[in-house]
């Protein structure tokens, strides 16, 4: 059967302020390959239903019978609620509205970790000098991926006789540990809002405006922002002082997290960053806070050093993963 005539799955990836559609096929070499990407902003539709159904009258091909949807949430049954956004929706019932075969629901950084054995070396960008370390041969390799969005995204990745296998987690929503008495404060100030912070709550989008209002009270600032993209706005035109100091911090926390992940998950072949704030953070993620925080695990420093992080600048990661997820579930 020639590559363009091949059946194509229906693949989504559904975060709290966008969902993203494609079709996807696998290409000759196994990759998967999207076709008709669109985005949408989350509030323009009542359900997730309503935006497919959009979607699909919009593109001009077969409807296709199968679907994989990457979704920011826990996956533990047949209703999903999304952690970030005001939809939900029942596994089944979404199968019957769309008419599907046979529908998937996975955790979007479940699809991300289904993405990274699939990037070129042209899609990704290292942050640090760490060199991916020599394999022996039929060993497993062991991975981390996380990133924030309008959440924080995290899971595991294991390459075992090279299938992926991908454990997801919702590891976001562990307590935030500081790393210095500014944090301390930083952590006291949040509490007076809720009793538990989570790292979410700081590695975020909403979690840098939270840096940002704490960091202007503990500092005796006037908070003249009022969104993610105006404080980054800020520190990149150097205009604010409170604007980069929480934009520092947010890249610091962000690397002791991911040493952290690194060591709960044995993550010790590499580190990837995904979501939708790394790309726009890059120049201060890889400005150096991120690198040493992610190092300075006292007894373990020595091994921190020698694990490689990179960030993932594929535009779509978790359709590509969808993909993947989609085709690799195949029987032979």
Known sequence: MEEKSAPSALVADLGGTNVRFALAQADRA????????????????????????????RVDAPRPRRSVIAVASAVTGDRIRITNNPWSFSIAALKEELGLDEIHVINDFAAIGRAVPHLEPTELSSIGSASPRAQLHGADRHYAILGPGTGLGVCRLMLRE?????????????????????EIAILQHLMKRRPRVSVERLISGPGLHNLYQAICAIDGM??????????????????????????ELFCAILGSFAGDVALMFGAWDGVYLGGGLTGTLLPWICAGAFRRRFEDKGRFSSLMQTIPTSAIAHAQPGLLGAGAWAFDSQPA
Not at 41 to 46: G, H, K, P
Not at 162 to 182: K, L, M, N, T
């Open 30 to 57: 196994g990759r998967p390959r999207l076709n008709c990407v669109s985005e949408f902003a989350v509030l323009q539709f009542a359900s997730l239903s309503q935006a497919a159904e959009h979607y699909l009258a």
């Open 162 to 182: 090279g299938r992926a296998v991908v454990i997801e987690s919702e590891g976001s929503h562990i307590a935030f540990a500081p790393g210095s008495d500014y």
């Open 222 to 247: 006037a908070a003249a922002m009022d969104t993610p993209e105006s404080i980054t706005a800020g520190a990149r035109e150097g205009t604010d002082a409170a604007c980069a100091r929480a934009v």
